[in-house]
């Protein structure tokens, strides 16, 4: 009931493209919804995050739909460029569990030129 | 990077040794976690803590153990590492926002179990 499942696992998308990563959540009390994007070598660094209480938040060309009768929530990037190619991990946690994330598998995008 | 510094940032190690990683910060936040990240699974909780002296299990903490004898430093000890625990293993610390706690990872230590 805790699990993250993400998709997919890869993703290729030409420069200028639209890139779309999906997730889905059994647990309805997980209350925020963050994703994380990861360089190699590097450690996760925030992107962008979402409340239940809405259903989509853009910050740049980055875009988090999210579906609550669903369960389901995704990331869009828009006019992907190459310097977008990174892994993508989506995540949800309980606000009243200290914050505690559980992880989506990832997926690795890559952006050609 | 919220001023988290992970360290060793690489250690090779024999099965059957004590490996002891270290995390630091230097914010004072009050929660810190160890995740490992391994192809396939993304990352998962090890431990994490609330305070000093104050810790608790995450998913995947066989194995492992903690301790936080300062609010700035999170110890993660494998006892007797074995192969199954070479991973990157990240340290976080969480920090309150409009939206929640939300976390910033360390660098990560790349860990080799022989």
């Known amino acids: 009931q805790q699990q993250v499942k993400q998709s997919p696992q890869s993703l290729i998308v030409q420069k200028g493209g639209i890139s779309i990563i999906n997730c889905a959540y059994e647990n309805t009390a997980f209350d925020y919804f963050p994703w994380y994007q990861q360089f190699p070598g590097k450690g996760p660094a925030l992107l962008i995050a979402?409340?239940?209480?809405?259903s989509e938040k853009k910050e740049g060309r980055f875009t988090i739909s999210f579906n609550k009768s669903a369960k389901q929530f995704s990331l869009h990037i828009m006019d992907s460029q190459p310097g977008d190619s990174a892994t993508y991990f989506c995540?949800?946690?309980?606000?009243?569990?200290?914050?505690?994330?559980?992880f989506g598998q990832g997926t690795e995008l890559s952006v050609k030129p | 990077d919220a001023g988290i510094t992970q360290s060793p940032r690489h250690k090779v190690t024999e099965t059957g040794t004590p490996v002891t990683l270290r995390c630091h910060q230097t914010e004072n936040h009050r929660y810190m976690y160890w995740y490992r990240q391994d192809p396939g699974h993304g990352l998962r909780l090890i431990h994490y803590s609330y305070g000093v002296k104050d810790t608790d299990k995450g998913e995947v903490s066989d194995g492992y153990s903690v301790s936080r004898s300062k609010t700035e430093d999170f110890l993660l000890t494998l006892e007797s590492a074995t192969s199954s625990q070479t991973s990157v293993y990240f340290c976080?610390?969480?920090?309150?926002?409009?939206?929640?706690?939300?976390?910033?990872f360390g660098p990560g230590t790349r860990l080799l179990v022989l």
């Open positions: 976080a610390i969480s920090e309150s926002s409009s939206l929640g706690e939300t976390q910033y």
């Open positions: 995540a949800a946690s309980f606000h009243n569990q200290g914050g505690k994330l559980i």
């Open positions: 979402i409340r239940p209480d809405v």
